[in-house]
C-alpha cells in the first residue's frame, strides 16, 4: 500500500512541482495587485526610514504606522499615500489597497487582520475617514470614467466603415465588438486567449443557424475548484441585413488561413502586404495583446467620437 500513493505514481517529481501548484493556483490579477501596493508600502517605509516588510510588525506598532495623525510628529502611511503622480488614490482604490495588503499578511502567515481585526479599529476609522474626505472633496464620482457607447454612438463606427466586413481592419474590429457583447468577453487577455475552437457553427431546431461560445477558463473564470459556467450557452444569431453578426462571423472564418478556418488563436495580425485578389486577409500569427488593448481606441479614431474626448469602454453588454 505504501506504493499506491507513492510520489512517482501520481506525477510529483518534486517540491518545486508543488509550489508550481501553488502559484499557480492565484489569479495574476491578484498576484499583480498585490505586488503592486506592497511596493507602494516598502517605498513609504524606505522614506520614512522604517521597517518595510509589514508582516513584521506587530499589532500595536502597525496600527500606530497605519493610523494618521496630521501633526509633525507622526506622519502615518493612510493619510500620506499617493499614485505616481503625486495625486491621491480614488477612494475605492483604498479598499483594495486595504484588502490586498490584509491579504499579503494572510498569506505571511500574520495572525491578525488589519480589516476585521479589533487591534486595528482606530487605524481602520482613519481610512474610512479618508475615502469620505475624498468623496466630499468630489473623487470618486470619476466624471471621465470610461464608458460603452450608447445605440447612437454605435452608429458612428458602421457608418464609417470601421465596423463591418469590407477591409481586414474592420472585419477584426467587428468580431472584436461582437465577442463582447453577445459573449461578454472583456478584457484584452480574454480575448487574447480565445481559440477558435472556442467556438461552433450550429442549428437549432427549426433550422436557424447561430454560433455557440464554449466557454473555458478565463480571466474572471480561472477553472479551480469554485468554478461556475454560465448558467446558459451564449448564442449568436442571424439577424439579416449588411450588420447580421452570424454574416460577419462566416466572412471571418473564411478570411483565415486555410489551415487556421477553426482552430489556433482567434485574432489573427493583419496581412498588410497582400495581392488585391488575396481572400486571406489575416497571418497565421496572433495578434498582439496590446493592439487588442488598443481595439476600442483604434475603433473610434478618425470619428466624431474621438472629437468628443470622451473615454469609451466594452464591459457593458447589449445583449
Known amino acids: 500500500m505504501a506504493g499506491l500513493f507513492s510520489k512517482q505514481r501520481f506525477g510529483f517529481a518534486s517540491e518545486t ?37 509589514i508582516e513584521e510588525n506587530e499589532p500595536e ?3 500606530k504606522l497605519l493610523e494618521t495623525f496630521y501633526a509633525e510628529l507622526l506622519e502615518t502611511f493612510y493619510a500620506e499615500v499617493k499614485n505616481k503622480n503625486g495625486d491621491d488614490y480614488e477612494p475605492d482604490s483604498l479598499r483594495v489597497m486595504i484588502v490586498t495588503l490584509d491579504r499579503h499578511l494572510n498569506e505571511k502567515g500574520y495572525k491578525f487582520s488589519i480589516m476585521r481585526g479589533r ?28 464608458r460603452s457607447l450608447t445605440e447612437e454612438e454605435e452608429e458612428v463606427p458602421w457608418e464609417a466603415e470601421k465596423f463591418g466586413s469590407k477591409t481586414p481592419e474592420a472585419l ?26 472556442d467556438f461552433e457553427l450550429c442549428k437549432n431546431g427549426e433550422g436557424m443557424e447561430f454560433v ?17 459556467n454560465r448558467d446558459f450557452q451564449p448564442r449568436m444569431f442571424s439577424v439579416g441585413g449588411e450588420r447580421c453578426p452570424l454574416a460577419i462571423f462566416k466572412q471571418f472564418v473564411e478570411r483565415r488561413p486555410l489551415n487556421m478556418r477553426w482552430s489556433g488563436p482567434f485574432h489573427l495580425s493583419i496581412k498588410r502586404n497582400r495581392r488585391l485578389n488575396d481572400n486571406i486577409w489575416f497571418k497565421t500569427k496572433p495578434m498582439g495583446v ?30
Open 172 to 197: 477584426i474590429s467587428s468580431m472584436w465588438w461582437l465577442l463582447t457583447q453577445f459573449f461578454g468577453l472583456r478584457g484584452r487577455q480574454e480575448h487574447h486567449a480565445m481559440k477558435m475552437e
Open 17 to 53: 512541482t508543488i509550489e508550481e501548484l501553488k502559484n499557480f493556483s492565484k489569479n495574476p490579477n491578484t498576484v499583480k495587485s498585490t505586488s503592486s501596493w506592497r511596493n507602494v508600502w516598502e517605498t513609504w517605509c524606505k522614506r520614512k526610514n522604517i521597517v518595510n516588510k
Open 61 to 63: 506598532k502597525l496600527n
Open 290 to 319: 496590446n493592439t487588442i488593448s488598443n481595439m476600442m481606441k483604434t475603433t473610434v479614431a478618425g470619428t466624431s467620437l474621438e472629437e468628443s474626448h470622451k473615454k469609451f469602454a466594452i464591459h457593458e453588454l447589449q445583449c
Open 119 to 146: 487591534e486595528f479599529h482606530s487605524s481602520k476609522q482613519v481610512l474610512v475617514g479618508k475615502a469620505r474626505q475624498l468623496r466630499q472633496s468630489g473623487m470618486g464620482k470619476r466624471p471621465n470614467k470610461a
Open 212 to 228: 455557440q461560445f464554449t466557454e473555458g477558463p478565463t480571466k474572471t473564470r480561472q477553472g479551480g475548484l469554485q468554478s461556475k
